[in-house]
């Protein structure tokens, strides 16, 4: 069964700077995609980005990039020029590939950007 | 495009009524959409995968009889909450799976949730 990991409950960070967040996930599959999904305070869930298992290039959308370490299952989100509409829950996901379309969630960081 | 939309966004009951919730995908098809569960400051936990014209598959766990799910058409799925009771209130989202889209055949794109409140 898949795993999906993020040790940060909680984390703050001022406006403008740079933030990391983690997540780390267990799986014996070799295709899959991984997903960082944001949920701010409306609970809309938003697609921040998505990555391929077998793309190595680590995906990026304009402020959002991700550091893919398919050998260390390690899938962290990197927010650059923190603004404070990125306030948000922030989840983690993994889906097999060709599989049931399963999306499993980690339990989410919270991120708060100070003014 | 891959536009979700849930309704109503909110509903309050009185227990043993029934409420539905509908999820609609407005500018796309969707052969698969999925209905969730979200406790406050939780994560999403999955109550099953509702298909086009068949029944739907259920999590380990979740009452079919209770939580009735229907995918009459490729842009509407239901969620029925039968018989609700307060421990029924959450937070209900679903999302939907656009099968067609080029390059993004496996995002799926989620509805604004419905907010229930069963007294």
């Known amino acids: 069964a898949q795993t999906v990991t993020q040790s940060q409950p909680e984390m703050s960070v001022q406006e403008a700077e740079t933030v990391t967040l983690s997540c780390t996930y267990d799986t014996s599959e070799n295709n899959y995609y991984l997903f960082w999904y944001k949920q701010p305070p409306s609970r809309q869930m938003i697609l921040v980005i998505r990555?391929?298992?077998?793309?190595?290039q680590n995906a990026t959308e304009n402020r959002f990039s991700v550091n893919f370490q398919k050998a260390a299952k390690s899938f962290s989100l990197k927010i650059s020029d923190s603004q404070l509409g990125d306030t948000a829950m922030y989840f983690c996901a993994f889906m097999k590939r060709g599989g049931d379309d399963k999306i499993i969630f980690g339990k989410g960081t919270r991120l708060h950007i100070l003014p | 495009g891959a536009v979700v939309s849930q309704h109503p966004s909110w509903v309050i009951c009185k227990s043993g009524t029934s409420v539905k919730i509908e999820c609609r995908s407005l500018?796309?098809?969707?052969?698969?959409m999925f209905w969730y569960r979200q406790f406050p400051k939780q994560s999403l936990m999955l109550m099953a995968t509702s298909n086009e014209g068949s029944k739907a598959t259920y999590e380990q766990g979740v009452e079919k009889d209770k939580f009735l799910i229907n995918h009459a058409s490729l842009t509407l799925s239901t969620l029925t909450v039968t018989s609700a009771h307060p421990e029924d209130s959450s937070f209900y989202i679903c999302?939907?799976?656009?099968?067609?889209?080029?390059?993004?055949?496996?995002?799926?794109?989620f509805g604004p949730g419905t907010r229930l409140t069963v007294l």
């Open positions: 999302s939907a799976r656009w099968s067609g889209r080029v390059g993004h055949t496996d995002t799926q794109y």
């Open positions: 990555q391929e298992a077998y793309k190595q």
């Open positions: 500018d796309f098809q969707a052969t698969t």
